[in-house]
């Protein structure tokens, strides 16, 4: 059951149905996996040297440390979605996905060097310190998670393919920085409408005279209308960057 029960608004609106797989499914965040998993995408296409081995390893190694560990880390703290995964399968399969994580970029060290183990440091270190909330929160913000799930994999992919950051990637980087800033705005007003707003009491009045009644689904809408589309929209970004490096 989500925090409100299972009824009129689900936790968030990806969510399934409660129970065993689908509690995992949702855990996962599929949607917003995949957004930020295009900026992998985006960092690696921008490179001058491009490896399909290298991005490859990158994704799964984010996969890994952002779709899995971070996802399960936060549902662990706190329980947001609700569900019914227990406490120690959630703790044992965040860990090992980090872990995971981990070991592939020390793998990558070989390759592009050891610069490297400085975007794994701080990978790692992220992913426990805002998901679980560590040092009272401090790194539990809308600049920490800019930073950390925008910009951070557009420079990483981008050095894991050339082993070095030119001007190219920090300005990409602040692209994305720019837009997971907005989508933690967006997704944070939609969480609190769907998990702790009960009811809207209200109206929009319009110059001609027209009255609206404001409702919570109202305030809703055009919120995760935004994000449905952002979403997918990098997405699509970051697929037609490395087809074009592809030659496709």
């Known amino acids: ?136 929160g401090r790194l539990h913000n809308k600049v920490t998670f800019a930073l950390a799930w925008g910009a951070f994999p557009v420079l990483t992919a981008y050095y894991a393919q050339a082993a070095t950051l030119r001007p190219a990637a920090v300005v990409a980087a602040g692209f994305a920085f720019g837009l997971s800033r907005a989508q933690r705005t967006l997704s944070t007003e939609a969480r609190d409408l769907r998990r702790r707003v009960s009811s809207v009491e209200g109206q929009r009045l319009y110059l001609d005279g027209r009255v609206e009644p404001l409702s919570r689904q109202s305030l809703l809408a055009p919120v995760e209308q935004s994000l449905v589309t952002l979403s997918w929209c990098v997405c699509a970004l970051g697929v037609a960057m490395v087809l074009a490096r592809t030659g496709h």
Do not use: C
């Not at 299972?6 to 065993?20: C, I, S, T």
């Not at 996996?33 to 960092?43: E, K, N, P």
């Not at 921008?46 to 890994?64: D, E, M, N």
């Open 1 to 136: 059951m989500g925090p409100q029960g299972w009824g009129a608004l689900k936790a968030a609106w990806y969510v399934a149905a409660p129970g065993r797989w689908r509690d995992w499914a949702s855990v996962l965040h599929p949607p917003y996996t995949a957004w930020h998993l295009s900026y992998v995408l985006v960092g690696a296409a921008l490179a001058p040297h491009f490896s399909v081995s290298r991005l490859v390893a990158t994704l799964l190694a984010f996969g890994l440390a952002v779709g899995v560990a971070a996802h399960g880390f936060d549902e662990l703290h706190g329980r947001p979605l609700g569900t019914a995964i227990s406490a120690p399968v959630l703790a044992g399969v965040s860990v090992s996905a980090l872990a995971g994580a981990v070991a592939l970029g020390v793998v990558g060290i070989s390759r592009v060097g050891w610069g490297l183990a400085v975007f794994i440091a701080a990978g790692a270190t992220v992913v426990v310190a805002y998901n679980l909330e560590a040092w009272g």
